[in-house]
């Protein structure tokens, strides 16, 4: 036996991989301009209800990306689980979740669906979406390190909760107005756990790297297109139309 021979090293696996992105994404969250506002004011939260109606309508067709770029049917089954609930209904709240937007957020700001159906994106909301299929095309690994790792971040760092509890805060909205939150905060506990199922794919270190990588620059675009609405409300920075918007679905 060869004593000098190296001790083969151990492969990290998710929950160990996992808590120095998690810190760093909490880095990010804690400099958010967002979430650093002092009160909200309802026409800054109307803007961004309109953003995040956006990202609601539009998150599946990223997901639709991850799915197809998987090649294992096992993990296309769980993305496919999730992107069901996204996009047709979530058995938990009785809809879809951009339905859910619009019968809470939507309906608690003022705004209806055909409202929200005419709502244009800023231009930090395209940028968003430009980092999202970016990640999501890179690598099958990456891509569930996008649809699963960021709604891990959300829901663990209580930031769900949070905006809800500021919303009945500071606008005396009810917990009818905020369950697009709490219908979340419960959703992504499911949604989350599908990035764990990496561990039975994943056999070197630096794939690790990259999927974790993927996870912050996920939660900065999410942070992008929240900041972008306080800079728009900020500096009346008009919202933007054209070719450039086709990623985005305007429909519910």
Not at 225 to 247: H, N
Request: aromatic letters at 10%; a negative charge.
């Amino acid at each position: 036996m060869n004593v000098d021979a190296p001790t083969p090293r151990k492969l990290r696996r998710f929950a160990e991989a996992f808590p120095p992105y998690k810190e760093r994404c909490l880095q990010y969250m804690a400099a958010s301009k967002w979430y650093n506002l002092e009160k909200l004011e309802p026409d800054l939260v109307r803007l961004w209800v309109q953003q995040m109606s956006l990202w609601t309508r539009s998150a599946f067709k990223v997901r639709g990306h991850v799915y197809a770029n998987c090649p294992h049917p096992r993990l296309r089954l769980k993305l496919l689980e999730v992107v069901r609930e996204e996009d047709v209904v979530d058995p938990r709240v009785g809809m879809n979740h951009r339905q859910l937007l619009a019968a809470s957020l939507g309906r608690a700001s003022g705004q209806t669906v055909a409202d929200l159906e005419k709502v244009r994106p800023l231009p930090t909301t395209l940028v968003t979406f430009d980092i999202l299929y970016g990640i999501a095309n890179r690598s099958w690994e990456e891509g569930i390190a996008l649809a699963s790792g960021n709604e891990r971040v959300l829901q663990e760092s209580g930031y769900f909760r949070f905006e809800a509890n500021r919303l009945k805060r500071d606008l005396g909205w009810s917990n009818e107005d905020v369950a697009w939150f709490t219908g979340h905060d419960v959703a992504d506990e499911d949604h989350g756990s599908v990035i764990e199922l990496l561990d039975d794919y994943i056999d070197d270190d630096r794939t690790w790297d990259r999927v974790g990588e993927a996870i912050v620059e996920s939660l900065i675009a999410w942070w992008l297109l929240f900041d972008g609405v306080v800079d728009a409300y900020r500096q009346k920075i008009q919202p933007v139309e054209g070719v450039s918007c086709k990623g985005l679905s305007r429909s519910f």
